[in-house]
């Protein structure tokens, strides 16, 4: 429970920050800005804080922070073995490679349960 309230403290705090003069914001497109012609085909993504729209980025291509998210299905992975969907721009430091990443599910098999309820003899005993 405190947990939860600290963590709701945390966001409304984020909130204000974000809501307050002078924080950082994107400037408003207006009139027709000149974005660059896409290649034919290719996934079109939103970059923050553009007007313009930019092409994903493929498998094998870099990613980062500051580059366009890579294309559906795939995840952006840095040499330390860590993938994500998009790269958020505060984490300014993460470089990485557009590629095919399979997730495994991890399962975990408790046949004990009865041993972790309240009131066996191994709780009450405190083993």
């Known amino acids: 429970m405190r947990d939860s309230a600290l963590f709701l403290s945390f ?6 920050i974000l809501q307050a003069p002078g924080a950082p914001r994107c400037p408003p497109c207006t009139g027709h800005p000149s974005c660059p012609k896409l290649r034919e085909g290719c996934e079109r993504v ?14 094998g291509e870099n990613c980062s922070a500051y580059s366009p998210r890579c294309a559906s ?5 840095n040499m330390r073995g860590e993938a994500l969907e998009r790269v958020p ?11 095919n990443v399979v ?3 991890v399962v975990v098999e408790n046949t004990d349960i009865e041993e972790r309820q309240i009131g066996s003899k191994h709780y009450r005993n405190g083993v």
Do not use: E, K, N, W
Request: a positive charge.
């Open 11 to 16: 966001c409304i705090l984020c909130i204000t």
């Open 103 to 105: 997730v495994q599910p």
């Open 46 to 59: 939103a970059l923050p804080c553009s007007c313009c729209d930019d092409c994903a980025r493929l498998i």
């Open 89 to 99: 721009r505060i984490m300014r430091t993460y470089h990485g490679i557009c590629q």
């Open 73 to 77: 299905g795939l995840m952006c992975m």
